[in-house]
């Protein structure tokens, strides 16, 4: 088969003569374009050669709208109401621990779980080392962990 000698694209009602290259390369990319916008999104059959058995081949994307009237179940987004009964009870019983702690201890969570204060910048405002920080943390914590 010869190979042509030139080679042409069409845009908006124009033709251009371009490099075989650049022909190649538009082509390529149409292509790609088509297989996304179409082959991915739309529900397509085969053939199977060897069997002659029809295949068909489910879209890759699918509307919601499609889906339900297709009957699909989907999985609630909404939280369990068991658990969330769970949480309120927890969240009430950290709120009830948490008052039980001193002046000091409460602070010092406040600053490091609410406030988001590093260890480092805490220690440094409090004019202690980092390491008696962490001990304190790990105490507080540890008896909050004993009353919950």
């Known amino acids: 088969m010869a190979e042509r000698e030139k080679y042409y694209i069409g845009l908006n009602g124009q033709t251009f003569e371009v490099s075989r290259e650049l022909y190649e390369a538009y082509y390529k990319g149409q292509r ?6 179409h082959d991915l999104k739309q529900e397509h059959t085969k053939v199977d ?18 889906l339900l009237e297709a009957e ?8 369990d109401v068991e658990d969330a009964a769970v949480r309120a009870v927890m969240l009430e019983k950290l709120n009830e621990a948490l008052h039980t702690l001193t002046d000091e201890e409460t602070a ?15 220690a440094k405002k409090l004019g202690i080392a980092r390491t008696t ?12 962990k004993n009353l919950l």
């Open 32 to 37: 790609k374009e088509k297989y996304f916008t």
């Open 49 to 66: 050669k060897e069997t002659g058995e029809r295949i068909i081949v489910p879209s890759r994307e699918d509307s919601y709208e499609r």
């Open 72 to 79: 699909k179940q989907f999985a609630e987004d909404a939280e």
């Open 108 to 122: 010092i969570i406040h600053a490091l779980f609410y406030q988001e204060i590093s260890e480092a910048e805490l």
């Open 133 to 144: 920080l962490q001990s304190r943390k790990y105490k507080i914590l540890e008896k909050l």
